[in-house]
């Protein structure tokens, strides 16, 4: 037996995922409560641990509920934190849970008071018009919001919590257009003539950027990249881990990247490549080689890397862009002057199909689409009969002409 990350749940010798949980003590015989499976409900085997986790999770929940743990009319707000958060804690990253915090917390403000089962439809739409009306958030945060607030109603439905779904009969608010701030190839040139590479730390700034804008890695990605990732010789970089942000640690790496597809080798080009083997020597004159990213041997913050973009989008006279940014211009990159198709772009970015690039950078498309029309001008030969090569009579019968 193994133990995995998830409380109650592990992998036999061969592999085999199960559970091995405590649902409590039985009230008659004072002897612990506890159930063990390889399969759900259906009788189908456990695929992954994560699969395993959520079914445990809610195992216990219904077993709570069976034993009267909560009684008619639960508070929404007691099941949001009682429930629903620590089933959605094991669903998500750990960064992904912070910056949630904020939307339940809205949430919860605007359904204080209601009982569960008491939320209507009416109440739904009502949501909608606070977060886009009276709070006038944007279309695609309050599409967000919204969209957390249905699936705790699907979770609470799921676990027979409600006899009605109300979820069900509440459209979600549209998303919007989502265009995030990038630099252009012109405006990144400005921005890296503003570096003097004399000085130790804006070279490495020079270099981070550089990595950050021609590879379209993501900030955390950069941030934990070390010199065993870069193979010279074949001209790749490995991906295949991330700062971690849970840590209280600043230098905390977690092997493993955001999500499975991120794990991937990105190809360098030459200039890239040169750069990086004049920073390797820059390095190693002053005693660090382990970070890319760093001249003192420990990780550059995200803080930093905001503030050198603040500066130096500043002396280059070009717009700021958040950090994200960086792969939002390296995905423009790609697109706009390699015309680089779809699935090498998603491939690059560590998306998990060309669907989810697709849903983030449809808006760097348009020109190509034009591109694509000029291209196909005076391309088909248009040569027509010079007569009609059929005769058409009232029975509608189709007579060919023979040759």
Not at 189 to 200: A, E, P
Request: hydrophobic fraction near 30%.
């Amino acid at each position: 037996m193994s133990k995995s990350k998830y409380p109650c749940v592990y992998k036999d010798k061969k592999g085999n995922i199960y559970y091995q949980v405590e649902l409590g003590v039985d009230q008659v015989t004072g002897k612990r409560i506890q159930k063990m499976g390889r399969t759900d409900d259906n009788g189908k085997k456990f695929s992954t641990l994560k699969e395993c986790n959520e079914y445990v999770i809610a195992l216990k929940n219904k077993y709570a509920e069976s034993k009267g743990i909560y009684e008619n009319g639960l508070e929404f707000n007691r099941f949001i934190d009682e429930r629903y958060l620590p089933y959605y804690k094991h669903k998500v990253q750990g960064s992904t849970f912070r910056s949630r915090k904020r939307v339940f917390d809205l949430i919860k403000e605007y359904f204080k008071g209601y009982k569960l089962e008491d939320i209507t439809t009416r109440d739904c739409e009502s949501f909608k018009v606070y977060l886009l009306e009276t709070k006038k958030y944007t279309q695609s945060y309050s599409s967000l919001v919204f969209g957390c607030f249905k699936k705790i109603l699907d979770y609470a439905a799921y676990l027979d919590y409600t006899h009605n779904n109300v979820s069900l009969k509440a459209k979600s608010i549209p998303k919007g257009d989502i265009k995030s701030e990038f630099w252009t190839l012109e405006e990144f040139q400005k921005v890296i003539s503003t570096f003097y590479l004399g000085n130790i730390d804006q070279h490495m700034y020079f270099v981070m950027l550089w990595l950050y804008f021609n590879t379209g890695i993501r900030v955390g990605e950069g941030q934990a990249l070390t010199w065993d990732k870069v193979n010279f010789k074949d001209k790749t970089l490995t991906i295949n881990s991330t700062m971690d942000l849970e840590s209280t640690r600043p230098d905390t790496v977690k092997n493993r990247t955001k999500t499975k597809s991120g794990n991937r080798i990105i190809s360098l080009d030459d200039d890239t490549v040169n750069i990086l083997k004049e920073w390797k020597d820059v390095q190693a004159l002053n005693g660090c080689d382990n970070y890319i990213m760093s001249y003192t041997d420990q990780p550059v913050g995200r803080n930093t890397i905001a503030r050198v973009i603040d500066r130096h989008s500043k002396l280059a006279g070009v717009k700021k862009i958040p950090a994200k940014g960086l792969r939002h211009s390296n995905a423009s990159y790609l697109i706009n002057y390699f015309n680089a198709d779809i699935l090498l772009v998603s491939k690059r970015l560590g998306h998990s199909g060309p669907e989810v690039t697709y849903r983030h950078y449809a808006h760097l498309w348009p020109l190509k689409d034009q591109t694509l029309a000029e291209m196909m001008s005076n391309v088909i030969e248009i040569n027509t009969a010079n007569h009609s090569l059929y005769k058409f009579n009232g029975n509608q019968v189709i007579k060919f002409d023979e040759e």
